[in-house]
Nanobody
Framework: QVQLVESGGGLVQAGGSLRLSCAASGSIGSYNVMGWYRQAPGKQRDQVAIISSIGTTNYANSVKGRFTISRDNAKKMVYLQMDSLKPEDTAVYYC?????????WGQGTQVTVSS
């Protein structure tokens, strides 16, 4: 059974930084894609950044140059370094793992950026 547990959310002022972590447990295979999505109140859940097990990354235009996704395959961890945070980055951030035919989500962690 695959489980994802996020940590690192919180309250930060605009211009500040936060680092999110996601720990995966269970069998996640040798090839997968892990990533971060976010959902603000009243809005749909959107992709923020994804990274494959071979290191290929993709970012939403709104976070390019400010956020950095990374992973540690040996530890089954994925990270999201968020710099130059803006109030519009406020949302619940969810960790995601995609395997062939399977999709897993963490419980989410709240990120609040005050102006």
């Amino acid at each position: 059974q695959v489980q994802l547990v996020e940590s690192g959310g919180g309250l930060v002022q605009a211009g500040g930084s936060l680092r999110l972590s996601c720990a995966a447990s269970g069998s996640i295979g040798s090839y997968n894609v892990m990533g971060w999505y976010r959902q603000a109140p009243g809005k749909q859940r959107d992709q923020v950044a994804i990274i494959s097990s071979i290191g290929t990354t993709n970012y939403a235009n709104s976070v390019k140059g400010r956020f950095t996704i990374s992973r540690d395959n040996a530890k089954k961890m994925v990270y999201l370094q968020m710099d130059s945070l803006k109030p519009e980055d406020t949302a619940v951030y969810y960790c995601n793992l995609k395997l062939i035919g399977q999709d897993y989500w963490g419980q989410g962690t709240q990120v609040t950026v005050s102006s």
